[in-house]
């Protein structure tokens, strides 16, 4: 996708070289995004994270791409020259994804990618074939057509369903993450019902661990909710002097989780208290997923 920018910066420094209002604020702009980006101040972040910052530096790249390219359509040739490599960027980026996250990687997003690629052919070659045929023939097509299209979504959604486990487990688009609440998604795949997951978790600045949304379900038939161990049903905070002056019972939550319907209470790293709580009390809270002390998934099992 750099070719563009590049293509563009002929086209800024000819408007520059007119003393074209625009493009000199365009330079100026990209001057400031630099300045900033090699600032002091930014030094830790340009050098902690080197191998994915030039994202910030895509304000510079898009505004050269933006006031550079419409220069060139006063050129001769130039708006044809802008559409070839428009669309050999597109066709270079997208042979960039495919070789980088699909290509030898995941055998599922292959069989995708060639689906897709049957699928257009044959509407293209039923599109051709269709031109010469009678209305009353068109309209049985068309309606077969939209009957194998709901179907073929629908076996598309179970087939994606068969290896949502898997892929979580196993596949990463960009950074690798954790993997430990992998284990609950397993253990509630028994549950045929919709559940009601309250979630707690320990003290903990950057709660980058906590992956949630997949417990919402496959249809999102369940509802994540979270219930607080204080009378005042207030979040647990991060601020170091809180836990001196707070007062969490295990009677106000267990009366808060009855309350909103909870059947199940996802536990998340680090240890909390709601942990203990449930496994001093193991004839209640069932564990269905979990290690130790670090984190678990338990059943509520209320008495009658």
Not at 60 to 84: C, N, S, T
Not at 128 to 133: C, D, F, I, K
Not at 137 to 151: E, K, M, Q
Not at 180 to 203: D, H, K, M, Q, S
């Amino acid at each position: 996708m750099l070719l563009l920018p590049v293509l563009g910066i002929p086209g800024l420094l000819l408007g520059v070289g007119r003393s074209r209002r625009g493009h000199i604020l365009a330079v100026l702009l990209m001057a400031s995004v630099v300045g900033l980006y090699f600032a002091p101040s930014f030094s830790v972040v340009r050098l902690g994270w080197a191998g994915v910052n030039g994202r910030f530096l895509a304000p510079v790249i898009i505004m050269i791409a933006v006031a550079g390219l419409p220069a060139l359509q006063d050129l001769r040739d130039g708006a044809l020259l802008i559409e070839v490599v428009s669309a050999v960027s597109v066709i270079m980026g997208g042979w960039a994804y495919l070789q980088g996250f699909v290509l030898g990687r995941h055998r599922v997003e292959i069989l995708f990618l060639v689906g897709a690629a049957l699928s257009i052919v044959l509407a293209y070659g039923l599109a051709r074939g269709l031109r010469s045929a009678s209305p009353k023939w068109r309209a049985v097509a068309i309606a077969l057509c939209g009957v194998a299209g709901v179907g073929g979504l629908y076996a598309l959604a179970r087939f994606k369903y068969s290896f949502r486990i898997q892929a979580y487990s196993r596949c990463t688009t960009m950074h690798p993450i954790t993997r430990y609440w992998v284990a609950g998604l397993r253990a509630l795949e028994a549950e045929n019902r919709p559940l009601r997951i309250a979630f707690t978790y320990g003290r903990k600045k950057i709660s980058d661990g906590m992956f949630l949304a997949p417990f919402l379900g496959a249809h999102l038939n369940n509802t994540l909710l979270y219930v607080s161990p204080y009378e005042n049903g207030c979040v647990v905070p991060h601020h170091p002097e809180y836990p001196v002056q707070s007062f969490p019972s295990i009677k106000v939550w267990l009366k808060a989780l009855r309350n909103a319907g909870a059947t199940h209470v996802l536990c998340l790293p680090p240890k909390c208290l709601e942990l203990w709580w449930m496994q001093s009390h193991p004839g209640m809270f069932v564990k269905i997923a979990g290690r130790g002390g670090e984190w678990g998934l338990f059943r509520i099992e209320w008495p009658d």
